[in-house]
């Protein structure tokens, strides 16, 4: 499995998902290398959102890459931070799971780390609909369980 969970804060989340996913990820060639997964206090996460991106408040979610990319089809390691609080108070405004919620920003940053973006409304679409298509097949795949 190349989802590696690591909890510096508690994060009370069903993963029986997550292989689910890491196969989604991989089938698609999204996912070649491992990537780890944090969970942190928003104050951990205000830290690392002010040091690297000089925004000074917790963020639900950010993807570092682990090297240089010079193949922009290459499927990218690197670390994915979420913020469990943050994470809990998104997914009550957008009505839906924890879990899902989860999901989505875990293959979000999948894309980033791709180097995927969405400056753009275009490269929002695309890199949106991209996203769907991962899900759609989790979703497909956990219905088969």
């Known amino acids: 499995m190349k989802l590696l969970v690591t909890r510096q ?3 009370t989340l069903d993963q029986s998902w997550l292989p689910a996913l890491d196969s989604a990820l991989v089938e698609r060639r999204l996912l070649k290398k491992p990537v780890s997964i944090v969970f ?17 408040k ?4 950010l ?4 090297g240089q990319r010079t ?8 670390e994915i931070i979420l913020c469990y609080p943050k994470l809990v108070q998104s997914a009550r405004s957008r009505r839906h799971s924890i879990d899902d919620e989860c999901k989505l ?9 791709k180097g995927y973006d969405h400056a753009t409304n275009r490269d929002a679409k695309i890199m949106e609909r991209r996203e769907e298509q991962v899900l759609t097949a989790l979703t497909a795949a956990l219905a088969k369980r």
């Open 9 to 11: 804060f508690p994060a």
């Open 40 to 56: 942190v206090s928003p104050a951990a996460m205000r830290k690392l959102n002010r040091a690297y991106r000089g925004k000074d």
């Open 58 to 61: 917790a963020t639900n979610v």
């Open 63 to 66: 993807s570092f890459a682990l």
């Open 71 to 78: 193949d922009p089809d290459e499927a990218f390691g690197g």
């Open 105 to 113: 920003l875990i293959v979000h940053s999948i894309f980033h780390l």
